[in-house]
């Protein structure tokens, strides 16, 4: 029986999210495997007991002592949110010690994080993106005005390379802009100014099994807040609708865009893609290859309208990834 390291924590502002995450994937992972759950933090990998505790991992070779007997991770899910696996960091370091992983490598995974690099590289292959303004230094000269010009208000702004939805703003007016670069800059290297889609935002997520690229329902969100930000991503202040509210001919096309992005990209396992929906065009917002998988996000809630339970749905990707 093959042992199964699902690596959790990280180092950003989504912890707790991110161990959600992985014990749910815990709780219902594929028969035939044995599941531990890998806490990453800073001070070092631990491997967390169902009673509660935790023993110190070595994560030199992925081994860890239990009960006097030397246990060895055989293969890993990455799944933390941010910092340091949903941007590769973790997925290199597996590939330097030779440990299997189910994830998008480093490229697409780096890639993906970026929410500037990814969009832009998307547009090259002809995909709707939105109008978009990159900035690289926090005290970089911003012509507030003809940021305005551009883009028109509202503009939304974001850290590029964050996983999360802290640090992102949707500013209203001219006074807004810079305080709301400055709180993007807090929490990323660089950021990007974007042009306010006003549409129907929904989300196609996309998994490989052995047959090929599989689509879920798209899922339409409202928000109660003024966008999607982190309270109404996992505070309950969002309705999402699945499946979501749009004629099934958009839906197909939404989940055909979905597939060839994964394709292109060189996705693997899960992976989402949410889009805005403008005069029945559909906008790339951005690409996320660890989309929460706690009871209360999104892709779970997509995999019981689809009547496929969470084990049955990891054994195909286990069945093709590995």
Avoid at 103 to 120: H, I, R, T, V, Y
Avoid at 281 to 300: D, K, L, Q, R, Y
Wanted: proline residues 4%; glycine residues 8%; charged residues 25%.
């Amino acid at each position: 029986m093959k042992n199964a390291g699902i690596i959790c924590g990280g180092f950003s502002s989504e912890f707790e999210i991110s161990v959600k995450s992985a014990t749910n994937i815990y709780t219902n992972f594929p028969n035939g495997y044995k599941p531990y759950l890998i806490l990453l933090k800073k001070t070092g990998w631990f491997v967390k007991l169902d009673t509660g505790g935790e023993i110190k991992m070595d994560s030199s070779n992925l081994t860890f002592d239990l009960e006097g007997k030397v246990q060895k991770i055989d293969f890993a899910i990455v799944y933390v949110h941010g910092d340091p696996g949903e941007n590769g960091k973790i997925q290199s370091y597996l590939d330097m010690i030779d440990i299997p992983y189910v994830n998008s490598g480093p490229l697409a995974s780096q890639l993906s994080f970026d929410k500037w690099f990814c969009n832009q590289f998307l547009k090259g292959f002809d995909f709707n993106v939105a109008d978009a303004i990159y900035l690289t230094e926090a005290k970089q000269e911003v012509n507030v005005d003809q940021v305005i010009e551009r883009l028109k208000l509202p503009i939304f702004v974001k850290p590029c390379d964050s996983g999360s939805s802290f640090g992102i703003a949707k500013v209203n007016n001219r006074e807004e802009l810079m305080p709301a670069i400055d709180s993007a800059f807090a929490e990323g290297e660089t950021v990007v100014l974007e042009a306010f889609l006003d549409g129907v935002e929904v989300t196609c997520a996309a998994y490989k099994s052995v047959t090929g690229i599989e689509t879920l329902p798209l899922t339409e969100i409202i928000s109660k807040n003024d966008f999607f930000d982190y309270e109404a991503k996992y505070n309950g202040l969002s309705q999402e609708i699945t499946p979501a509210r749009i004629s099934d001919d958009l839906s197909a096309k939404i989940q055909g865009i979905t597939s060839k992005i994964y394709g292109l990209m060189q996705l693997r396992s899960i992976a989402r893609v949410d889009y805005m929906i403008v005069n029945d065009e559909p906008f790339i917002i951005e690409v996320n290859t660890t989309p929460g998988f706690s009871n209360e996000s999104i892709v779970p809630k997509m995999l019981g309208v689809s009547k496929l339970s969470v084990r049955d749905f990891w054994t195909q990707i286990l069945e093709a990834e590995l």
